[in-house]
């Protein structure tokens, strides 16, 4: 069976849009196995959160199918928590295909956010809008407080 992926925007919330393009009565079925997964008549499609939990299941429910997705489509990508962090700096192995959030060290319940330059251009417009998020020019980075110069960011 192939099956469509596409960006959706449903009540303001990015989603993953899903259209069979055969007709599979066993397709229902399996949408509503996976969470949060929806029906929507304005749509015309079902459509899941956009997280990479919730698209690695529904990757594993239709791995023998084709999947055919649009230009616009970005998967999910898994945000890693880095634990045990007792540098000042993020680790300088931290990959460039994925953010990466760090403890703060001076700070508890603070938290540093690396996001590799090639991800800015999809990622910007998230963090911009996390509540509390402060710029520091100096180091390059996004922080909770002005002066986040514990947390210095590679670029």
Not at 40 to 69: G, M, N, V, Y
Not at 98 to 104: D, G, Y
Request: glycine share 4%; with cysteine; hydrophobic share 35%.
């Amino acid at each position: 069976m192939d099956i469509l992926v596409s960006s959706v925007n449903w009540e303001n919330t990015p989603r993953i849009g899903i259209k069979n393009l055969q007709f599979d009565s066993n397709f229902p079925v399996k949408m509503r196995q996976i969470g949060n997964a929806l029906w929507s008549p304005e749509l015309r499609c079902w459509h899941l959160p956009h997280k990479s939990d919730t698209w690695q299941q529904f990757r594993q429910l239709f791995e023998a199918d084709t999947l055919i997705q649009k230009p616009d489509f970005k998967e999910p990508v898994l945000i890693q928590e880095k634990e045990n962090l007792v540098d000042t700096e993020i680790d300088t192995a931290s990959p460039l295909d994925k953010i990466t959030l760090s403890p703060h060290p001076k700070e508890s319940g603070k938290m540093c956010i690396h996001v590799p330059k090639p991800m800015l251009p999809a990622y910007l417009p998230i963090v911009k809008n996390m509540h509390g998020r402060r710029w520091n020019p100096e180091h390059l980075i996004f922080g909770s407080t002005p002066d986040e110069s514990e947390c210095k960011i590679r670029q």
